[in-house]
């Protein structure tokens, strides 16, 4: 049973960890809020952004926060299954008899940093699989257990693709956030240069252990999550699918294949966190909006009409996110939920019911225009 003083003392501890992180990242809330978000949920995460926006900076430094053993590994397309996990070794002892000894890789570790992940070859990529799901390493038949806590956090280059392979789905599908990180403005840009002028290593201090953070992961697992959000966060993931019983109209015009069931899971396990964060005792309609896009935006298949117009994941994620707005009464099934609702939720959430109307209506028009299209091109033929 979550008491009063669980969450306190969990809003506390959220509290230091962003005031360390944010001595060495300068901007970037919604990445770091996103990433610890899933480090307290327990999942990996996959950081997307153009070379020297922080991405390697911020995994670093949540090594130094955490007090966890940290390990990089650089992805080239000449790295092997065993450079990753490790492998048996010849070995002599004092007698000069020889025995295989199993010798670790550097996923043995708490935190893993998969440097440019799509730069390794299909081979390498799969064997951190078995370690994003299972926390165990197959090795000639044997399994051993990971550390925990265990997190993988991989970061991609969107625009340089010589060279790279593209992530399997299966493994899209064990990254519980897909974050995209973005540059610097004006100011944060001379905050970041006036701060690496003085040092350019990280100054963090650790401000929890890795058994406060799986403290902490039991604390979010008992939220409670009441029975209309659950449903409406489920009904999110299966209407990103075109031909399922919820589907919606945005994703039979743009999507091919949708989120996967792992997707409600992180969902809900990553708004049970996001709810602690801000002191409340229960997850709401707008925690659930605003980490669909986080959950999503890596999970679904776009068609070739959504790669024509240019149509984005998140474009997509609000689009679903405005229809279900419209066809789901929040606000009046929120109210119903509580007899004190928070008035920050409550505002949230009849901001989608208001704007789901006019996102709607843009999805109509996209709708319209391309039935016109399509018209003309007819009779030109």
């Known amino acids: 049973m979550v008491t009063e003083k669980d969450v306190m003392h969990f809003s506390e501890q959220c509290k230091k960890i962003f005031a360390q ?26 950081l997307e952004g153009v070379p020297g926006v922080g991405k390697t900076r911020l995994v670093r430094s949540l090594g130094r926060v955490f007090n966890l053993p940290f390990s990089r ?23 000069g008899n020889s025995s295989f000894q199993f010798q670790a890789g550097p996923v043995f ?40 806590p265990f997190f993988v956090l991989a970061t991609q280059n969107p625009i340089e693709q010589d060279g790279t392979y593209p992530l399997p789905e299966a493994q899209m599908d064990r990254f519980m956030f897909k ?41 979010a697992n008992a939220i409670p999550v009441a029975e209309p959000v659950m449903r409406y966060a489920m009904m999110l993931c299966s209407a990103t699918h075109p031909d399922s019983e919820c589907a919606s ?33 229960n997850v709401a309609y707008s925690d659930v909006n605003e980490l669909a896009y986080a959950v999503l935006r890596h999970r679904m ?13 998140d474009q997509i994620i609000e689009l679903i996110i405005g229809e279900l707005g419209k066809k789901y009464d929040i606000s009046t099934s929120y109210k119903t939920l509580t007899k004190e609702p928070v008035a920050t939720d409550a505002d949230s959430d009849s901001v989608v019911e208001d704007n789901a109307e ?3 209506a843009e999805a109509d028009v996209q709708e319209e225009d391309s039935k016109k299209k399509s018209k003309r091109r007819n009779a030109k033929k």
């Open 358 to 360: 006019s996102v709607v």
């Open 249 to 281: 109209e945005t994703a039979k015009k743009y999507v091919r294949l949708g989120a996967s069931p792992r997707a409600g899971q992180a969902l809900i396990s990553a708004a049970k966190v996001k709810a602690l964060l801000q002191g409340r005792f």
């Open 301 to 313: 298949k776009l068609n070739f009409e959504a790669i024509a117009e240019r149509v984005t994941p």
């Open 179 to 219: 974050l995209i990180v973005k540059n610097p403005s004006l100011d944060e840009l001379m905050d970041i240069v006036n701060m690496t002028q003085k040092t350019m290593a990280e100054v963090a201090d650790s401000v929890c252990t890795g058994e406060e953070l799986l403290r902490m992961r039991v604390t």
């Open 109 to 148: 570790s708490n935190i893993i940093l998969a440097d440019e992940i799509n730069r390794a070859t299909p081979k390498t990529q799969s064997a951190l699989l078995e370690a994003m799901q299972e926390h165990t390493v197959t090795v000639m038949g044997v399994s051993r257990k990971l550390n925990e």
């Open 73 to 95: 590994i650089q992805f080239t397309p000449d790295l092997m299954p065993a450079d990753v996990t490790g492998t048996n070794i010849v070995v002599k002892d004092a007698a």
């Open 21 to 46: 992180v944010e001595r060495d990242v300068i901007g970037q809330k919604e990445v770091v809020e996103g990433t610890i978000i899933a480090m307290i949920a327990g999942g990996n995460v996959l």
